[in-house]
């Protein structure tokens, strides 16, 4: 293949589709050609989004669900939140990639290619490209069959190897399994979702319930825990049938569809871009490392890319003082539960006891001020907390 394009996409799932979304959304990339490759169709509902903004969004069309209240119960804290001015949106995978695919399907300068990418190419093999594409340009791809293809910008969201297990940094797992169940007689609230329910055995490390009622009849309820090693598959089946049993007191109901997941919460520095190549995604390190909340980030990421383009700006964009801060706060975060120095459902059981939702919500968006920040930790205990917080803030200067 020696046709070049102006830009790749590579791995076409939440990151890869946002950014194309903004593309096709904006008259500026009309004329530019545009390569999208995914190894998969992307035409199953394989995992669902949840996410707290203020203003409407691209996505907002797509909306399935969305909440102003929200519950949080712990042993310790239970409260009724209400969020204002932020909703909790959830978005359904099957929507998100069947809004993108028809909108790009219309669009002449958007190809979509299924195939699977064995690596990025760089500098060397541009070298060697120039006997055989005139055009050269400055990022490209192998596919597995061996074609390369090229383009001013390569934008991926795949992670090709592991995350490097180094000892400087904590290596956390956000891991879960949901089933979304229909009862036969009304038992939810559909307008209030359950965030955070840490009521349930902690005995593996940080573990919470949440659960997301869609109607008085359909919810999907997550098992979810926040620790360094995943569980036998059996468990995570047997605590979700527990939880609607006894917690929920629903007996009579099906399962009517099920998502697991595993997302990293490190604080692993993922590079950003390599030349022309610009990673994004979890693969750009976009999943919060204290949270594994990663959509709202994408969205902020992949609108800076589209706006650095627009205005003929570099790309090579490191994080925002807001980033290292927040990275900084998640490092705390992990080095207390590394460490096992405090239980987490006792953290954010005082964080949002001592703090008002919507600023907490900021918070673990890294959008809070100082003066909201400082209120926020000095919620949490500080003969724990500053101890950790001053050997994560040596390590920044070795990053
Ligand atoms: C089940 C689940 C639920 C989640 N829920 C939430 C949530 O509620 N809120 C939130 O903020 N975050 C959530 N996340 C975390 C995060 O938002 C998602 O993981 C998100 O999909 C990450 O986007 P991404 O583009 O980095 O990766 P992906 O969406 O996984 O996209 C990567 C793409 O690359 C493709 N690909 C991979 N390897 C290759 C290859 N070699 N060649 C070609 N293509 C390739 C894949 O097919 C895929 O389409 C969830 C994650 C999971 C797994």
């Known amino acids: 293949m020696n046709k070049t394009?102006?830009?790749?996409?590579?791995?076409?799932?939440?990151?890869?589709m946002s950014l194309l979304m903004r593309m096709a959304s904006d008259p500026f990339f009309t004329s530019k050609q545009i390569l999208v490759v995914d190894a998969d169709d992307k035409n199953l509902n394989d995992r669902t989004?949840?996410?707290?903004?203020?203003?409407?969004?691209i996505f907002e069309p797509i909306v399935h669900h969305q909440w102003e209240e929200l519950d949080f119960f712990s042993n310790h804290f239970s409260q009724v939140m209400d969020i204002a001015p932020y909703?909790?949106?959830?978005?359904?995978?099957?929507?998100?990639?069947a809004y993108v695919k028809n909108t790009i399907a219309s669009l002449p300068n958007i190809e979509w290619k299924k195939a699977s990418v064995k690596r990025l190419l760089g500098a060397t093999e541009k070298q060697v490209s120039q006997t055989t594409s005139p055009n050269l340009t400055p990022a490209g791809i192998e596919l597995n069959d061996?074609?390369?293809?090229?383009?001013?910008?390569?934008?991926?969201?795949?992670?090709?190897?592991?995350i490097p297990a180094t000892s400087n940094d904590y290596h956390f797992l956000q891991h879960f399994t949901g089933w979304e169940i229909e009862t036969v007689s009304p038992c939810f609230n559909p307008v209030k979702a359950v965030f955070m329910d840490f009521r349930v055995s902690q005995e593996h490390g940080t573990t919470f319930m949440y659960v997301l009622p869609t109607s008085t009849t359909k919810a999907l309820v997550e098992y979810t825990l926040f620790t360094e090693r995943l569980l036998p598959e059996e468990a995570y089946e047997k605590a979700i049938?527990?939880?609607i049993g006894s917690e929920l007191k629903i007996q009579d109901y099906t399962i009517v569809?099920?998502?697991?997941?595993?997302?990293?919460?490190?604080t692993h520095n993922f590079p950003r871009y390599q030349d022309n190549h610009i990673y994004i995604g979890i693969a750009g390190g976009e999943a919060k490392a204290s949270s594994g909340y990663a959509f709202k980030s994408i969205q902020k990421r992949t609108a800076a890319i589209v706006k650095a383009l627009k205005q003929g700006k570099s790309l090579a964009i490191n994080k925002s003082f807001a980033e290292k801060k927040g990275h900084l706060y998640d490092a705390v975060l992990l080095h207390v539960l590394h460490y096992q120095k405090m239980a987490g459902d006792q953290v954010f059981a005082d964080i949002f006891k001592g703090n008002k939702a919507a600023d907490v919500l900021s918070f673990l968006d890294n959008e809070s001020s100082l003066f909201t920040d400082l209120k926020i930790m000095s919620s949490v205990p500080t003969r724990i907390f500053l101890p950790a917080a001053l050997q994560e803030m040596t390590k920044l200067g070795k990053h």
Do not use: N
């Open 49 to 57: 989004w949840c996410f707290w903004e203020k203003d409407a969004d």
């Open 87 to 97: 909703q909790y949106k959830m978005i359904r995978g099957i929507d998100f990639y």
């Open 5 to 16: 394009y102006d830009y790749i996409v590579a791995g076409a799932g939440c990151a890869g």
């Open 146 to 162: 061996g074609t390369a293809i090229y383009a001013s910008y390569v934008f991926s969201s795949i992670l090709f190897d592991p």
């Open 257 to 266: 569809h099920r998502e697991k997941g595993v997302i990293p919460m490190t």
């Open 241 to 243: 049938r527990d939880y």
